[in-house]
């Protein structure tokens, strides 16, 4: 998921800020954008939790920071896979770093309508009713089982991560008329040879 403070007055943080270790090489992924056909299919279970799937994540989440995001799904790398990361402090706080490999909504409370952006679909952005709680149940990197209660902007990026896994974007959630609105804009973009 985008995180709007970024795009507007919020600083970047600066590179001697990022929590990762500064001689770890990691790849950064360019981003998929809408109109793959990964972004529309369900990923497939993460059924092997090894060193090569900690490596992936770590990946993930600095090709999340590079892109300013507070979330990032495998299919927006190309991979269709149940495994996400969130990190909602845009890497201000190493702990706030969650890796969600086949994650589920246990439990959803209230309803909270935000505006919401995807790294995929680059400068559109929508109103979408999420619940303002949600109570997840998930894997982390290593495979272990943990559950993780999400407040408002938490509660939404793990349910627009979620839905990622599920070939779900944003757009679905909007009023078809706004959808159809982006959609064609897309195109356009798209015949000028900007998307
Ligand atoms: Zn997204």
């Not at 979330?71 to 201000?92: E, F, N």
């Not at 943990?146 to 990026?157: C, D, P, S, T, V």
Request: with cysteine; net charge positive; hydrophobic share 40%.
């Amino acid at each position: 998921m985008r995180d709007k403070s970024t795009s507007s007055d919020a600083p970047a943080p600066a590179a001697t800020e990022t929590p990762q270790a500064p001689s770890a090489a990691r790849k950064i992924y360019p981003i998929v954008k809408y109109g793959d056909a990964v972004l529309e299919k369900p990923g497939a279970p993460i059924k092997k939790f090894d060193a090569e799937l900690e490596q992936l994540t770590e990946d993930m989440f600095a090709s999340m920071y590079a892109a300013q995001g507070v979330g990032l799904a495998a299919p927006q790398i190309g991979l269709s896979l149940r495994i996400a990361v969130v990190d909602v402090t845009g890497g201000k706080n190493p702990e706030a770093k969650i890796v969600l490999a086949n994650p589920e909504v246990v439990h959803a409370e209230g309803e909270v309508r935000e505006e919401e952006g995807c790294l995929s679909i680059p400068g559109f952005r929508g109103y979408v009713l999420r619940p303002q709680f949600v109570t997840i149940k998930a894997q982390n990197a290593k495979g272990e089982k943990f559950e993780i209660r999400g407040e408002n902007l938490l509660a939404r990026a793990f349910c627009h991560e979620i839905d990622h896994l599920n070939g779900i974007l944003f757009l679905q959630h909007l009023s078809m008329l706004k959808r159809d609105l982006i959609k064609r804009k897309i195109k356009k973009l798209r015949k000028q040879g900007e998307w």
